[in-house]
């Protein structure tokens, strides 16, 4: 319930006389937006470590978080996808030459130093790890305790990104790269579904989708507008309704999933249009989306550690109040660090970049 009143905190709809909001896909809108999904990310991790009990409150928070789902996640991929497509535009060709750095380096140090946090606590509660797993947790191959699987996702989109972009270079071609990299996406979820399991495909074609509604956003929205009621009505049926069938033989056929998200993403996007979630909570959370996403495992594989899984509310509240100020800090060092290795260098690009 509080988190609920924190998300729908100063939420609003859209006054009459606008019909939509034109700024939904703002930087300062999808900020917010994230900052609703990393908060009831972090109860879905704390569920993880705990037992729901046949009270009631739990079991309504049971079938939210059923409904929900790996879907909670897909308005980061697609924001992504989007707010490449986007700097992208903006920026052109030298954007593209320092993505490497600017972009895919970057992120693979910031999170190779979250993992490294990951391996110290590991070695303190002699918690065993194999070679393999202490390597491929660097590029979040393995987990170390970690949620290993999403940075790893990112950083095979921003490669896919660099490279057929690169191949398709100038602005004439570029829906030429969006295509290539949506096969790239294809090719590479049929692979995780060989080699993984399914959260390392589930909702990674919603930053192809991302993509896509960068090169064709006008056109879309003149569609959806103009029938805007029964399509959204009738989308959020379907994602239920497939929600519901898929429940019986999700646990054979994992990769029935894969719509679901981006049906999900679909009616996400129609409710920004003309629902604003916007509160200076939602904005914090949001622009320290990679720190609270990455960190707060920490505290809570502590707190599994010592056996305070049993008092849910302790093991939440003490979660919370660690994971917030680790992630400032954390980011705060961040901020001194990518200057001095001259990885803010075109900053213009990252401000711009809805990363």
């Excluded at 393995?142 to 290993?148: C, F, L, R, T």
């Excluded at 990769?255 to 679909?266: D, Q």
Aim: net charge neutral.
């Amino acid at each position: 319930i509080l988190w609920l009143l924190v998300i729908f905190w100063r939420s609003r709809p859209v006054p009459k006389s606008e019909r939509f909001y034109s700024d939904y896909m703002d930087p300062a809108r999808t900020t917010a937006i994230k900052g609703v999904f990393i908060l009831l990310i972090f109860l879905t991790h704390s569920e993880q470590y705990l037992t729901l009990s046949d009270t009631l409150p739990d079991q309504i928070y049971a079938i939210i978080r059923l409904g929900f789902g790996q879907s909670v996640v897909t308005a980061f991929f697609f924001y992504s996808g989007y707010g490449l497509m986007e700097s992208l535009h903006r920026k052109g060709e030298p954007y593209l030459r320092a993505f490497p750095k600017a972009r895919i380096f970057k992120t693979l140090l910031h999170f190779d130093l979250a993992v490294l946090l990951y391996l110290i606590l590991d070695f303190v509660l002699d918690i065993p790890l194999t070679t393999g797993e202490i390597i491929g947790s660097l590029i979040g191959w393995e987990s170390v305790g970690n949620s290993a699987w999403f940075i790893f996702d990112i950083l095979v989109a921003y490669v896919m990104f660099y490279v057929c972009f690169r191949a398709f270079p100038e602005q004439t071609q570029w829906k030429k790269g969006a295509l290539l990299f949506t096969v790239c996406s294809v090719v590479f979820v049929i692979l995780m579904i060989l080699f993984r399991e399914s959260r390392y495909y589930n909702t990674f074609l919603c930053v192809s989708m991302g993509i896509w509604f960068s090169q064709y956003r006008l056109q879309i929205e003149r569609f959806v507008q103009q029938r805007f009621l029964p399509l959204l009505l009738g989308l959020a049926a379907l994602y239920v309704g497939g929600g519901v069938l898929l429940m019986r033989v999700y646990d054979d056929y994992e990769y029935l999933y894969i719509p679901l998200p981006l049906l999900f993403l679909t009616v996400l996007i129609m409710v920004t249009m003309v629902w604003r979630f916007d509160n200076p909570v939602l904005q914090y959370f949001g622009s320290h989306l990679f720190s609270v996403f990455i960190l707060m495992r920490l505290p809570m594989t502590v707190l599994e550690y010592y056996g305070v899984t049993d008092h849910v509310g302790l093991f939440i509240a003490v979660s919370f109040a660690v994971t917030v100020p680790l992630a400032h800090v954390f980011d705060a060092a961040l901020k001194k660090l990518d200057p001095a290795l001259h990885l803010d260098r075109l900053r213009g690009a990252e401000e711009s970049d809805q990363k």
